[in-house]
């Protein structure tokens, strides 16, 4: 009897295993999107339950617009509406690969860590540079991918934050931009891609926001 026990106990345990990865599966993209998935949301446990419930809601839908054909398609008449002598006179955009870049960013959202960044610096990066999030790096000891964002500017819309995922993946994938603020900062691939991945997040807020400073200029002139 006592055996037997033993052995529904151990069934229990074998069956807790699935039940603890189950846990996990909000941070993964939905459908044939299923095995994309970030590894956490705020490993050091900084953030309020709400806070974190709100940054891990945010992960699937990055994985799933990325995925979809409206972001490459987009993604591709952006690309084929940028005016040719601008492009050609931007490394970032000459020889760029929409299917290449969405792909890249799939790949960069697999495994990578959503951790966060708060001090005295982070508050002064937000205050003063506008500053959302960080690249973050890869942890030299675990090999782990990680991005922080800026604790102090987390009271965004969920849309805001797939943007912030996506241009910090862009950058783990290798797509970069200029260190300096020129005045198309925000029209190199990682600002442009987030851009897109906000709007398709939000139709609803995307004219308002893309009449603003934070939209590449192009999204006004092209269409
Ligand atoms: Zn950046």
């Known amino acids: ?35 994309v998935c970030f590894a956490s949301v705020d490993r050091n446990g900084r953030l309020s339950a709400a806070e974190r419930a709100k940054l891990a809601a945010a992960a699937p839908v990055a994985v799933d617009i990325v995925s979809s054909r409206a972001f490459a398609a987009e993604l591709a008449a952006f690309h084929a509406a940028l005016p040719a002598r601008w492009v050609k006179a931007n490394r970032y955009w000459r020889g760029f690969d929409p299917v290449e870049a969405t ?16 001090g005295a610096q982070a508050q002064r990066d937000a205050r003063f540079g506008g500053n959302l999030a960080y690249e973050g790096s890869t942890d030299a000891r675990t090999g782990e991918r990680f991005i922080l964002l800026n604790r102090y500017r987390l009271d965004r819309p969920a849309a805001g934050l797939v ?15 200029r260190a300096g603020q020129s005045p198309d900062q925000k029209c190199e ?4 891609m987030a851009q897109l991945a906000r709007k398709l997040a939000d139709p609803e807020s995307w004219p308002g926001y893309a009449a603003g400073k934070n939209a590449c200029r192009f999204w006004r002139t092209m269409k």
């Open 1 to 35: 009897m006592r055996g037997s026990v033993a052995a529904v106990a151990a069934a229990l345990l074998c069956q807790a295993v699935p039940l603890a990865g189950a846990a996990v599966r909000p941070l993964c993209g939905t459908g044939r999107n299923a095995g």
């Open 103 to 118: 792909a890249a960013i799939q790949t960069a959202f697999a495994g990578l860590h959503i951790d966060t960044r708060g």
């Open 163 to 177: 943007g912030t995922y996506v241009h910090e993946a862009a950058h783990k994938a290798g797509y970069s931009h």
């Open 189 to 192: 691939p990682p600002y442009v």
